[in-house]
């Protein structure tokens, strides 16, 4: 029997978004944007590591003056509760995409790892 592997990943999209992980995401999301001060904290937050992101994807270095700014920044926004608690369910979400692509990828790991033995 043939799967469709894109209505297999739709489903998966489907799974994650009726988690309770994702409703705990949404929620802790929703309630930054609201709070007008803890949404331009954040935002300012979310442009700087794109930029530093960026930066290294170009292959560009990055200055200390930088690297302060940055470290400054994630301990601004880590006092602010609302953030500190989005920035805690986004990286729980992380974890989970990052553990579902470990299953996703296993018929390949293991393919690939026969051909090594």
């Known amino acids: 029997m043939a799967v469709n592997l894109h209505d297999a990943a739709y489903e998966l999209e489907k799974a994650i978004r009726s988690s309770n992980e994702y409703a705990s995401l949404r929620r802790i999301y ?5 709070d007008p001060s803890a949404k331009t904290m954040f935002e300012n937050f979310r442009n700087l590591q794109l930029e530093l992101q960026q930066k290294q994807m170009m292959g560009q270095e ?7 700014q940055a470290q400054k920044t994630v301990a601004l926004v880590q006092q602010h ?37």
């Open 30 to 34: 929703d309630e930054v944007n609201a």
């Open 62 to 68: 990055i200055s200390q003056e930088e690297v302060e």
């Open 81 to 117: 509760e609302k953030i500190a608690q989005l920035m805690e369910a986004e990286q729980r979400m992380s974890m989970i995409i990052g553990e579902l692509n470990q299953i996703i990828m296993k018929p390949l790991e293991e393919l690939y790892g026969a051909m090594g033995q």
